[in-house]
């Protein structure tokens, strides 16, 4: 099917193109990193290792995963560090949203330093004319137990109310300051026994600031079975409440944790039966949106050839503008470089999804990174093939 979406001005397979932003000596260090994680075993062996020798303090531990995975996935420990891979995207028509790369944290000052980074994130990407966007999770500003367990549909007590009042505070002060500085907030979809909770708070954030333009998307997991109706009902609602909806798409980041808690505690997944029925869901939504353009922002974030195709054929079709600030494309920063950058080379709004934080606070992100892509028919593999071409390509 993706051969029929083929555009003629975009071509996934060109290798010049997606890696021109790497010098030789970058492309031979990720030839070397991805052929590494290309090897399942070493990876389910190492991660546990890492990730203990990290917690834990080691010697050299910091220094090894900064010298190796980090630099890939990572955009810097700091804003200011981030800095210089956010102009190296500039200079190849590619924007950057930033996410502070913290999670899983459970106690008060916790949430109020991710709350500063954020509003640091904020204001930093006002200043930058190439970071439309600053992506959030609710699980860094409140606890496990209250995303959880607090919802419209369950019942509540009051020190539940007072601090999902506190976490919603938190989330609005970032979001204010969004709106008055012309900042986006993408706010990441979590797993689905803590989504009602997120998608509550982030409803309330688009009624209160997306009256006239999109500054508050939420992030639908298009793998989930009830997610396409979810998405037609939050834009009728939408429609009825007077604001448009900002709608991040993605397949899903939880499918094996989402299947085995379903499994242990004897309810459906709610997870697609099938790759193919995820994929049509995803393809779905992606027509929804476009066809609702004036009333829906939407960002296609997919690593999928496939539906990034049939979205930049939808926006040509409809005669909407590549610009137009509501058809947007995102992919994970040092993956699927030839889906992006073909994407910002033909002239579409391209981003690369940056985390930025400490070794410590990554560390989880990046051993995701490798683990769900560590095999044969995982992403990595294809990153691996590409990079392999563009290696061969410069030295023949």
């Known amino acids: 099917m993706a051969s ?5 001005e975009i071509n996934f397979d060109n290798t010049q193109i997606a890696f021109a932003h790497k010098s030789d000596s970058e492309l ?5 990193l991805f052929s590494f994680m290309n090897k399942a075993w070493l990876v389910n062996l190492m991660s546990p290792i890492g990730l203990v020798a990290i917690e834990k303090g080691f010697p050299l531990a910091d220094f090894f995963v900064k010298k190796t995975i980090f630099p890939q996935f990572i955009g810097g420990t700091t804003l200011k560090e981030a800095q210089a891979n956010i102009n190296k995207l500039q200079d190849n028509q590619c924007l950057t949203m930033l996410d502070y790369g913290v999670e ?20 930093f990407a006002a200043a930058n004319q190439s970071v439309p966007v600053v ?7 409140t606890t496990s137990d209250l995303v959880e367990n607090y919802g419209p549909n369950k019942p509540s007590s009051d020190q539940q109310r007072r601090e999902f009042e ?4 938190r989330l609005d002060e970032i979001c204010a300051l969004a709106h008055q500085q012309g900042v986006t907030i993408f706010v990441d979809a979590e797993e689905s026994w803590t989504q009602e909770c997120i998608d509550l708070m982030v409803e309330k954030m688009m009624i209160k600031y997306n009256e006239e333009k999109a500054v508050v998307y939420n992030t639908f997991q298009m793998y989930r079975k009830d997610r396409l109706q979810f998405l037609k009902d939050a834009h009728q609602k939408a429609l009825i409440d007077g604001y448009i909806l900002g709608a991040k798409l993605v397949r899903g980041a939880y499918m094996v944790k989402e299947r085995a808690r379903a499994e242990e505690r004897n309810y459906e997944s709610p997870i697609h039966d099938s790759k193919s029925n995820t994929d049509q869901s995803y393809n779905d939504g992606l027509t929804y949106c476009i066809s609702h353009v004036d009333s829906i922002a939407c960002c296609n974030a997919s690593h999928n050839a496939e539906s990034n195709y049939l979205y930049a054929n939808m926006i040509a079709e409809r005669g909407i503008p590549k610009n137009h ?3 947007n494309f995102c992919q994970l920063y040092g993956m699927s470089d030839n889906i992006t950058f073909n994407l910002a080379k033909a002239g579409y709004n391209a981003a690369k999804y940056m985390p930025y934080g400490a070794v410590k606070d990554v560390i989880p992100y990046l051993i995701r990174r490798a683990q769900e892509n560590a095999s044969v ?18 030295n023949s």
């Open 104 to 123: 899983g944290k459970e106690e008060v000052e916790d949430f109020e330093r991710t709350k500063n980074e954020n509003l640091k994130a904020v204001s």
């Open 166 to 169: 506190k976490a919603l505070s």
């Open 135 to 141: 992506t959030i999770k609710v699980t860094g500003l």
């Open 28 to 32: 031979r260090k990720s030839k070397m």
């Open 377 to 394: 028919t995982g992403d990595m593999s294809r990153e691996f093939k590409l990079i392999s071409k563009e290696a061969k390509r410069r």
């Open 325 to 327: 600030p509501h058809v």
């Open 4 to 8: 029929n979406l083929n555009s003629s």
